[in-house]
């Protein structure tokens, strides 16, 4: 005769199912560190070089060059007008940030954060990517609507390239591929990189359900890309034939996207302070949580070496719509979370 089963093995049995469930409501980050750096000035992109163990972050008029584990303010790179995006490029000793009220691209040392030259490239740039198959910079400007080709080495523009709307971040898959998010006209537009020869448009993808498109991550193997979008939305694209795979639900006033490829994970942050977290599962993307972080936290950047997540912000004060709220002085920070 069968037994029926006791009331002990139905717990046992419906804990043991509970299980996975506990384990993916454990917060999948916790706060480790906040940078109190302060200093006058918005902010925009920041870099995170895992290897020299340095931040780089842009701040409207300078770069801020900080130790990435000490928090601490190593010094600045002085001579910029409407600081945007911040390259380091370990191979030739420099790093590169985009004035965007100038129209210029800067160099600087990196030892020593010396400003060593500039160059005009556009009206208004923006991102900046460091190409590693044809070891050139290329400088997205967001007014001129194109895309500038730079010799690092002789800090010269090989090539402007028009790109039919206005260009946000952008990403390179090192064997060839250049993906770049155009934001007024919600597209993907994809470049060929051959060395030697001039940068072409390969193709042009459709973004719907997402609307002007700003933040973008590149997948593991180069696979698939996570683009974040204006109207509270994150969506997965097929890199190869441009498919709209997935789409996910963000905060309000997304900037930035990234990969943390070691961990399977990826970020999708927001401005009104949330963090979108993805898990990589068998292929696709998972909802895992939705962080709290900051108020003004719309961009990040991923130690690769730690997994940490880095993202710059600042206190503000309370005011009643329609009133904006403002930065309070002194209180630029970056938030630090850890796995």
């Given at each position: 005769?069968?037994?029926?089963?006791?009331?002990a093995?139905?717990t046992?049995?419906?804990?043991a199912?509970?299980?996975?469930?506990?384990a993916?409501?454990a917060p999948?980050?916790?706060?480790?560190a906040?940078?109190a750096?302060?200093?006058?000035g918005?902010?925009?992109?920041?870099?995170?070089?895992?290897?020299?163990?340095?931040?780089?972050v842009a701040?409207?008029n300078?770069v801020?060059?900080?130790?990435a584990d000490?928090g601490?303010l190593?010094?600045?790179v002085p001579?910029?007008?409407?600081?945007?995006?911040?390259?380091p490029?370990?191979?030739?000793?420099?790093?590169y940030?985009t004035?965007?009220?100038?129209?210029e691209?800067?160099a600087f040392?990196?030892q020593d954060?010396?400003?060593?030259?500039r160059?005009h490239?556009?009206?208004?740039p923006?991102?900046?990517?460091?190409?590693?198959?044809?070891?050139r910079?290329l400088?997205?400007?967001g007014?001129?609507?194109d895309?500038?080709?730079?010799d690092p080495?002789?800090?010269?523009v090989?090539q402007?390239?028009?790109?039919?709307g206005k260009?946000?971040f952008a990403?390179s898959?090192?064997?060839?591929?250049v993906?770049?998010n155009?934001e007024?006209?919600?597209?993907?537009?994809v470049?060929?990189v051959?060395p030697?020869?001039?940068?072409t448009v390969?193709?042009r993808?459709p973004?719907a359900p997402?609307q002007?498109p700003?933040?973008?991550?590149?997948?593991?193997h180069?696979k698939?890309?996570?683009?974040?979008?204006?109207?509270?939305?994150?969506v997965?694209v097929?890199a190869?034939s441009g498919?709209?795979l997935?789409h996910?639900?963000t905060?309000a006033?997304?900037d930035a996207?990234?990969w943390d490829?070691t961990?399977?994970?990826?970020?999708?942050?927001?401005?009104?302070?949330?963090?979108t977290v993805?898990?990589?599962?068998?292929g696709a993307?998972?909802?895992?949580?939705?962080?709290?972080?900051v108020?003004g936290?719309?961009t990040?950047?991923?130690d690769?070496?730690s997994?940490a997540?880095?993202l710059p912000?600042?206190?503000?004060?309370?005011?009643?719509?329609p009133?904006?709220?403002?930065?309070?002085?002194?209180?630029?920070?970056?938030l630090?979370?850890?796995?």
């Amino acid at each position: 005769m069968q037994q029926k089963p006791t009331l002990a093995l139905v717990t046992l049995a419906i804990a043991a199912l509970a299980l996975p469930l506990l384990a993916d409501a454990a917060p999948p980050l916790h706060e480790h560190a906040r940078f109190a750096l302060g200093g006058d000035g918005g902010w925009d992109y920041l870099t995170v070089d895992a290897a020299a163990r340095r931040m780089y972050v842009a701040r409207a008029n300078r770069v801020m060059v900080i130790d990435a584990d000490a928090g601490t303010l190593l010094g600045e790179v002085p001579g910029l007008d409407g600081a945007h995006g911040v390259v380091p490029v370990a191979a030739q000793a420099s790093g590169y940030a985009t004035s965007g009220k100038t129209g210029e691209l800067v160099a600087f040392r990196l030892q020593d954060r010396v400003v060593t030259g500039r160059v005009h490239v556009g009206e208004n740039p923006d991102a900046l990517l460091w190409e590693p198959l044809s070891q050139r910079l290329l400088v997205f400007n967001g007014k001129s609507q194109d895309v500038a080709v730079v010799d690092p080495v002789a800090l010269a523009v090989e090539q402007t390239l028009t790109l039919g709307g206005k260009p946000e971040f952008a990403v390179s898959d090192g064997a060839g591929r250049v993906y770049v998010n155009i934001e007024d006209t919600s597209e993907l537009v994809v470049l060929a990189v051959t060395p030697g020869k001039p940068l072409t448009v390969l193709a042009r993808h459709p973004l719907a359900p997402c609307q002007e498109p700003t933040g973008l991550a590149l997948g593991p193997h180069g696979k698939r890309l996570l683009v974040g979008c204006s109207n509270r939305t994150a969506v997965v694209v097929d890199a190869h034939s441009g498919k709209v795979l997935q789409h996910f639900t963000t905060g309000a006033g997304v900037d930035a996207a990234a990969w943390d490829l070691t961990r399977g994970r990826a970020y999708v942050s927001a401005r009104e302070g949330i963090l979108t977290v993805l898990q990589d599962r068998h292929g696709a993307l998972a909802a895992l949580a939705d962080v709290k972080t900051v108020l003004g936290s719309r961009t990040l950047a991923v130690d690769a070496k730690s997994g940490a997540v880095y993202l710059p912000a600042a206190e503000f004060t309370t005011s009643q719509p329609p009133a904006r709220p403002q930065v309070l002085p002194g209180s630029f920070l970056v938030l630090v979370l850890a796995p």
